[in-house]
């Protein structure tokens, strides 16, 4: 019966630590001055706070924007992509993505080489 009980006590500890946690990074994102006007990763500024008007309100455009604002200027926000793609460099699958125009280039052969 002993072991449960400091079973429960630890479990109460990681319980608090984990809202404790979550509550920071809550606060955290929350403070206006961290957040960033332009993403060096994908060199373009970042979205601006929506302006109010009622009928923006009114149809859910103004609250739309709030939320695409905030996801677009969360704090640290390119560090995470960073992290990121640090993560799933680990996956294993590599996918080629071009960016920019492709030229074009050799014509693929419809046969295989026969050697003349």
Do not use: C
């Not at 060096?40 to 302006?51: G, N, S, V, Y």
């Amino acid at each position: 019966m002993r072991h449960a009980k400091v079973y429960k006590r630890g479990s109460r500890v990681k319980t608090a630590l984990f809202f404790l946690v979550l509550f920071a990074f809550a606060v955290f994102s929350m403070i206006l001055p961290l957040r960033p006007k332009r993403s060096i990763m994908e060199k373009r500024d970042l979205t601006e706070f929506p302006k109010f008007s009622v009928t923006a309100l009114a149809n859910g455009d103004y609250t739309k924007g709030i939320d695409t604002w905030f996801a677009d200027t969360f704090p640290l926000r390119d560090m995470f992509f960073q992290l990121n793609s640090w993560v799933k460099s680990f996956y294993g699958v590599k996918s080629v993505e071009i960016v920019g125009t492709v030229e074009q280039g050799d014509e693929i052969p419809d046969a295989p080489f026969t050697g003349n």
